[in-house]
């Protein structure tokens, strides 16, 4: 297949690797990125075996034990007297079994660093798509300035409420009933949380808490789930008030609630996904990330396969052969489909599994936690090598 040209529209963590992947894959790519500057925002990401071995081979190595934690192990405990329930070791074993390791990180400093990996002249900031539009020959990005990008590929990295992603299908994201306080915490103001670096999740009526060290274990990144009818904004920007989400947890494990008292600030964020959908592409247009399968955040998975997707539609794109662009697209799909459907579903399933009311079902919950918190319960997930899939799969 000739040289393709490709516009990715997004420059987050999607289409940063994306743009990294196909610059390895001797495939040149531009990206658009709406917003003016690239500014640190966002809080922790949890980076999963199956996600650290592809930006390793990405070439972050390196630049990934400098800025990112790798905790020994995750935990979930009761809400009230943080009780064990569930520990699952993760360090050293994780690392043997996976060949990768569990590591937890500033979003920004995941994001810096995937930008020093793409020419700057190849990221374009200020460059808000407003419709796309394709031909037999081409795929078009419209910019707000009355730029009009062609490409022979247009990919869709713009996140859950996604424009490329309208290109595709006719759908709107689903508000949870859920919205998530996010927030960063210096790590000497919780030392009661840095004895071990580790995940900690804690589960109770309606809501969890959820933190972890990050930024080489300077800071701690906590996110804590409140009901809420009347909160919809979705927004890296968007303020929360300390105080309510205090009192929404008062009465919480002491870990919790001084955990809560010592952040200054935190985000909120109402939480959506979409229906999972039976295509990623349509014609020159495709997606990837949010804008291909938006997910909750109860499996920590949501970057982890934005990684995965970016790398595979790079590998099919590279491998394209007898079937063109239409054909690696297609392969794409049939190697993303199943897996990013059954991520979600789990993510939904865990919003509920998490926020049980204490009775005959949470104890049914605690004693299925109990029995299933060695690594061979997350071979499926944290033993996939999403390059590998692309590889070995069937041609086009």
């Not at 980076?47 to 979930?76: F, H, K, S, Y």
Request: hydrophobic residues 40%; charged residues 25%; contains cysteine.
């Amino acid at each position: 297949m000739p040289q393709l040209r490709v516009a990715v529209a997004g420059g987050g963590i999607a289409g940063l690797v994306f743009a990294v992947a196909l610059r390895r894959a001797g495939i040149d790519c531009h990206v658009y990125e709406q917003t003016g500057r690239l500014a640190e925002v966002g809080a922790g990401v949890q980076v999963a075996p199956n996600a650290t071995r592809l930006l390793r081979r990405l070439g972050l190595r390196d630049r990934l034990r400098t800025i990112a934690v790798a905790p020994q192990a995750i935990e979930m405990r009761r809400w009230d007297d943080g009780t064990l329930l569930q520990r699952t070791e993760l360090g050293e074993p994780c690392r043997r079994r996976f060949g990768a390791p569990y590591y937890t990180v500033h979003r920004a400093d995941l994001h810096s660093s995937l930008l020093a990996l793409v020419p700057p002249d190849r990221v374009h900031l200020g460059a808000r798509c407003v419709a796309v539009t394709q031909d037999a020959d081409a795929a078009r990005l419209h910019l707000s300035d009355g730029t009009v990008v062609a490409a022979d590929l247009v990919v869709g990295a713009d996140g859950i409420h996604s424009l490329v992603r309208e290109r595709i299908v006719a759908d709107r994201p689903r508000y949870s009933g859920q919205t998530i306080y996010r927030g960063l915490v210096p790590a000497e103001r919780v030392p009661h949380l840095l004895s071990e670096p580790r995940v900690r999740l804690w589960m109770g009526p309606d809501q969890h808490c959820v933190c972890y060290p990050v930024s080489s274990g300077r800071q701690v990144s906590f996110g804590a789930t409140v009901a809420a009818s009347d909160w919809r904004e979705e927004s890296w920007s968007a303020r929360g008030d300390v105080a309510e989400l205090a009192a929404a947890y008062k009465g919480w494990h002491a870990d919790v609630t001084r955990l809560i008292d010592a952040a200054g600030t935190v985000g909120r964020w109402a939480l959506h996904d979409r229906e999972s959908v039976d295509r990623l592409s349509s014609g020159r247009v495709a997606v990837i990330g949010d804008a291909a399968h938006p997910m909750l955040p109860f499996q920590a998975q949501g970057a982890n396969q934005a990684i995965e997707d970016a790398v595979v539609l790079a590998v099919c794109l590279a491998r394209a052969a007898a079937g063109g662009l239409s054909g690696a697209l297609r392969r794409y799909e049939r190697i993303r489909l199943p897996r990013t459907t059954r991520i979600q579903r789990r993510s939904r399933e865990n919003a509920k599994a998490f926020h049980l009311a204490d009775g005959d079902e949470q104890r049914r919950r605690d004693t299925a936690a109990q029995a299933s918190s060695g690594l061979d319960h997350h071979q499926w997930l944290f033993g996939y090598d999403a390059e590998e899939a692309a590889t070995t799969s069937g041609s086009s």
